[in-house]
């Protein structure tokens, strides 16, 4: 059996946003708790979340349970900063190290199955959505090294880049899902998604 450990990465300074996005209302909960019940569905043995940027209010507000939470200090050099904070919390028997974004509530736990099912044993796998490559990402631990050793907010991408046609693109349904970075991209998640925010007339526009 593959041992699967889970990492949402959630420590983002939401600058653009001006306000923490971990916590932007979403359906009955938060963003952040939002993809934390999606990956609480998913086939992981070990689930972790890294936050940094409004790290004690997210503490204090978001469902961690579940999760073994790392802090990442230095979460403004970007989320290579959090990859590299959460490595030394992974199990030691963890073959597999799926990456998921904190502020991707369209992830779905099949997709996240499919992934980890169609990567077979490469070391680098991405989901091939119908427009493109896209989070969810796969990650053996002969490239955990690799990982420590990435910088900024692009560092896993530069990764895939680098490997080529080494990376596993594996088939999901669907459109990319959308992240959250500014007020227009949390609206353009709200349109296309099920989840009703009542209050959302009310949060402020920064």
Same mark, same amino acid.
């Given at each position: =059996?593959?041992?699967?450990?889970?990492?949402?990465?959630?420590?983002?300074?939401?600058? %653009?946003?001006?306000?923490?996005?971990?916590?932007?209302?979403?359906?009955?909960?938060?963003?952040?708790? $939002?993809?934390?019940? *999606?990956? %609480?569905?998913?086939?992981?043995?070990?689930?972790?979340?890294? *936050?940094?940027?409004?790290?004690?209010?997210?503490?204090? +507000?978001?469902?961690?349970?579940?999760?073994?939470?790392? !802090?990442?200090?230095?979460?403004?050099? &970007?989320?290579?900063?959090? *990859?590299?904070?959460?490595?030394?919390?992974?199990?030691?028997?963890?073959d597999v190290l799926v990456l998921m974004l904190g502020d991707q509530p369209g992830v779905t736990p099949e997709g996240v199955a499919t992934l980890i099912a169609g990567r077979g044993d490469a070391d680098?796998?991405?989901?091939?959505?119908?427009? &493109?490559? &896209? $989070?969810?990402?796969?990650?053996? %631990?002969?490239?955990?090294?690799?990982?420590?050793?990435? $910088?900024?907010?692009?560092?896993?991408?530069?990764? =895939?880049?680098?490997?080529?046609?080494? +990376?596993?693109?594996?088939? +999901?349904?669907?459109? *990319?899902?959308? !992240?959250?970075?500014?007020?227009?991209?949390?609206?353009?998640?709200?349109?296309?998604?099920?989840?009703?925010?009542?209050?959302?007339?009310?949060?402020?526009? $920064?």
């Open positions: =059996m593959t041992f699967v450990a889970g990492l949402v990465l959630a420590a983002g300074g939401s600058k %653009r946003l001006g306000q923490p996005k971990q916590l932007l209302p979403f359906g009955e909960t938060t963003l952040l708790d $939002h993809v934390l019940s *999606i990956a %609480r569905r998913c086939p992981f043995e070990q689930a972790l979340c890294v *936050i940094g940027g409004g790290g004690p209010e997210v503490r204090g +507000v978001v469902d961690l349970e579940g999760f073994e939470v790392v !802090d990442n200090p230095a979460f403004g050099e &970007g989320c290579s900063s959090s *990859i590299a904070a959460a490595l030394g919390a992974v199990d030691e028997r963890a680098l796998a991405a989901c091939a959505y119908e427009d &493109g490559r &896209g $989070h969810p990402f796969a990650f053996s %631990r002969a490239v955990f090294g690799e990982l420590a050793t990435l $910088h900024g907010d692009k560092g896993v991408w530069k990764l =895939m880049d680098r490997a080529g046609e080494a +990376v596993v693109d594996v088939p +999901v349904p669907g459109p *990319i899902p959308l !992240d959250v970075d500014t007020w227009e991209d949390y609206e353009a998640v709200l349109a296309t998604s099920s989840a009703e925010v009542t209050d959302y007339g009310s949060l402020p526009k $920064h």
